[in-house]
């Protein structure tokens, strides 16, 4: 397996702008997780999906951020309109989860998002 | 909620030293897992290693150990034999069953001096 997948690796965008972040997860893996990092706040997890469904995103910042997964093998993270505060790097992460065990989360290598 | 705490922002090693970097996190909780990852300039994380909370064992994964201290809520990372390559920023992670949340500590930077 290739891992998680994310597009693009580096964006640039002006501020009021559409943004999307794709990410492919492992295939077979049930959940899926976005994270943000940046140097003030380190990794913070903004929602995560199991089985495509939307379980949490209390750690969603604003309105402006809205996340998607229309199947098992692909989801997005959207930020409309992007403002200069939002430049991070934006992970997706993928696990399975085995009975009352669950393994490891397997990251993408993230998006470097730059407003400007 | 769960905090994950790493005291050190940057650390130092020689190269072939052995270098301990710290984590401690708060929970009321008694059945949680615990995480070292590593992220080099690449920006990939990297899981280095793993410990269930239910174990009193340390896990070790080659130059890789962990000193877990439940009691303590201490949970610090011993890499032996450092080499060029573990230079890195590195990440203590709580994670617990049922929330499915990893809560990741601020990251301590690692040198490694040759």
């Known amino acids: 397996d290739a891992g998680v997948i994310q597009s693009p690796r580096h964006e640039v965008t002006e501020m009021g702008q559409e943004v999307t972040l794709r990410c492919k997860p492992i295939?077979?893996?049930?959940?899926l997780f976005w994270y943000r990092q940046t140097m003030m706040r380190g990794l913070e997890l903004l929602i995560y999906f199991n089985n495509n469904v939307p379980i949490d995103d209390s750690g969603m910042p604003e309105d402006r951020f809205s996340a998607k997964m229309p199947n098992a093998s692909f989801s997005t993270l959207k930020i409309q309109p992007s403002e200069p505060r939002d430049s991070a790097v934006y992970f997706c992460?993928?696990?399975?989860?085995?009975?009352?065990?669950?393994?490891?989360?397997?990251f993408g290598q993230g998006t470097r998002l730059t407003v400007v | 909620a769960q905090t994950v705490t790493q005291s050190q922002p940057e650390m130092s090693v020689q190269e072939a030293e052995t270098v301990t970097l710290s984590c401690t996190y708060d929970t009321s909780e008694s059945d949680y897992y615990l995480f070292w990852y590593k992220q080099p300039p690449s920006r990939q994380m990297i899981l280095v290693i793993r410990?269930?909370?239910?174990?009193?064992q340390n896990a070790t994964e080659n130059r890789f150990s962990v000193n877990f201290q439940k009691a303590a809520k201490s949970f610090s990372l011993k890499i032996s034999d450092s080499q060029l390559g573990d230079a890195a920023m590195y990440f203590c992670?709580?994670?617990?069953?049922?929330?499915?949340?990893?809560?990741f500590g601020k990251g301590t930077k690692l040198t490694v001096n040759p």
């Open positions: 992670a709580y994670f617990q069953g049922g929330s499915e949340k990893l809560v």
């Open positions: 992460a993928s696990s399975l989860r085995l009975g009352g065990f669950s393994t490891e989360a397997f």
């Open positions: 410990q269930e909370a239910y174990k009193q």
């Open positions: 295939s077979g893996h049930d959940y």
